[in-house]
T-cell receptor, first 114, second 112 residues
């Protein structure tokens, strides 16, 4: 069974530039999550999708971050414009349904904003 | 806000010894999960313990949960170099719209 795929693995941009991350969850997983993990901290949930609907985006900085999961499968997370404090690893995870199931994580995208 | 807090922040032991990490949380939970994160790899689920369970085993892992103290411990027996990683607890809190809330992790180093 293929795991959660993410791309790119690494990205370096200048502040005020835009960046997009892509995630393809495990086949059949209805729930998809985007997390931000700053060095030395645990993951922080940015947004949770159930199929193509948003379940929770309360911690997503909506003035600069956006995410979509149009067909209920893969998803993109965009930052526009990026700030220095956005430097982090962006993790995508998926689960069969909701948070009471195990979440499976992709390798993450390490973003550096200069 | 951070629900889980792992203790200690860092732990260094000799290969073959046992490693114990603790997690404390603040509110009532449905379940608590432990994950491992190696450098360069994503988070990997280790074990889930439900609020009505007190102890769970998986291979060399033993997890306990004390809901009266709002704490959990992860014991890794007979540690190996490959166990070097950061370990996170994540709680599915009853009052958080069932989000997983993560601690900052314990960094475990196994010395050969």
């Amino acid at each position: 069974e293929a795991g959660v795929a993410q791309s790119p693995r690494y990205k370096i941009i200048e502040k005020r530039q835009s960046v997009a991350f892509w995630c393809n969850p495990i086949s059949g997983h209805a729930t998809l999550y985007w997390y931000q993990q700053i060095l030395g901290q645990g993951p922080k949930l940015l947004i949770q999708f159930q199929n193509n609907g948003v379940v929770d985006d309360s911690q997503l900085p909506k003035d600069r971050f956006s995410a979509e999961r149009l067909k209920g499968v893969d998803s993109t997370l965009k930052i526009q414009p990026a700030k220095l404090e956005d430097s982090a690893v962006y993790l995508c995870a998926s689960s069969l349904a909701g948070n009471r199931n195990t979440q499976y994580f992709g390798p993450g995208t390490r973003l550096t904003v200069l | 806000s951070q629900q889980g807090e792992e203790d200690p922040q860092a732990l260094s032991i000799q290969e073959g010894e046992n490693a114990t990490m603790n997690c404390s949380y603040k509110t009532s939970i449905n379940n608590l999960q432990w994950y491992r994160q190696n450098s360069g790899r994503g988070l990997v689920h280790l074990i889930l313990i439900r609020s009505n369970e007190r102890e769970k085993h998986s291979g060399r892992l033993r997890v306990t949960l004390d809901t009266s103290k709002k704490s959990s411990s992860l014991l890794i027996t007979a540690s190996r170099a490959a166990d070097t990683a950061s370990y996170f607890c994540a709680t599915d809190a009853q009052d958080s719209n069932y989000q997983l809330i993560w601690g900052a992790g314990t960094k475990l180093i196994i010395k050969p």
